[in-house]
T-cell receptor, first 114, second 112 residues
Framework: DTGVSQDPRHKITKRGQNVTFRCDPI?????LYWYRQTLGQGPEFLTY????????KSRLLSDRFSAERPKGSFSTLEIQRTEQGDSAMYLC????????????FGPGTRLTVL | DQQVKQNSPSLSVQEGRISILNCDYT??????FLWYKKYPAEGPTFLIS?????DKNEDGRFTVFLNKSAKHLSLHIVPSQPGDSAVYFC???????????FGTGTRLQVTL
């Protein structure tokens, strides 16, 4: 399977704990995106990378959130001091280049903060 | 501010009939539109897209229509099949941006 993969698929944590999610994009794709989806809503943009450079961050990405893509391949999204409001599906997507290329999504990581 | 709106949260259609899913947008800078389909426990899957220089794009059973003056697009599925039952998201992008702005989705149920 050469699609976008995410790990873990599910994460349950207690409020105040730190969590880290990983995304492996499609191998030749140089753009990587993080989105968050809550119940009844569409995915909301968080941030994106072109290669290892983080080029845009949403206002949704508070200072408790940090994303990295150290070698321009996989990416991690860390949430520090989790809050119940962070409970959501975190989706990763990748695309080949800017322009008309569609974004390919992974299966997501469902985070539940107790 | 919801820039992409899908006002019908759900739609039920009989197998073999046409499904029409609607989407409205408010940002006139959007110039590329996409439809994604999402099954439970999976990420969204790209379905079809359209550039603002066109008013129609067709791919097999799926056709997307764009009415720029009305800031409206629609996805037609004909004939509808039970496997089309899923949540459909409309998304939009401006030419210089990479991020997608999604609507809230429409759940399509195709009945036998």
């Amino acid at each position: 399977d050469t699609g976008v993969s995410q790990d873990p698929r599910h994460k349950i944590t207690k409020r105040g704990q730190n969590v880290t999610f990983r995304c492996d994009p499609i191998s030749e794709h140089n753009r990587l995106y993080w989105y968050r989806q809550t119940l009844g809503q569409g995915p909301e943009f968080l941030t994106y990378f072109q290669n290892e450079a983080q080029l845009e961050k949403s206002r949704l990405l508070s200072d408790r959130f940090s994303a990295e893509r150290p070698k321009g391949s996989f990416s991690t999204l860390e949430i520090q001091r989790t809050e119940q409001g962070d409970s959501a599906m975190y989706l990763c997507a990748s695309s080949l280049r800017q322009g008309l290329d569609e974004q390919f999504f992974g299966p997501g990581t469902r985070l539940t903060v107790l | 501010d919801q820039q992409v709106k899908q006002n019908s949260p759900s739609l039920s259609v009989q197998e073999g009939r046409i499904s029409i899913l609607n989407c409205d947008y408010t940002n006139s800078m959007f110039d590329y539109f996409l439809w994604y389909k999402k099954y439970p426990a999976e990420g969204p899957t790209f379905l079809i897209s359209i550039s603002s220089i066109k008013d129609k794009n067709e791919d097999g059973r799926f056709t997307v229509f764009l009415n720029k003056s009305a800031k409206h697009l629609s996805l037609h599925i004909v004939p509808s099949q039970p496997g089309d039952s899923a949540v459909y998201f409309c998304a939009a992008r401006t030419g210089t941006a990479s991020k997608l702005t999604f609507g809230t989705g429409t759940r399509l149920q195709v009945t036998l």
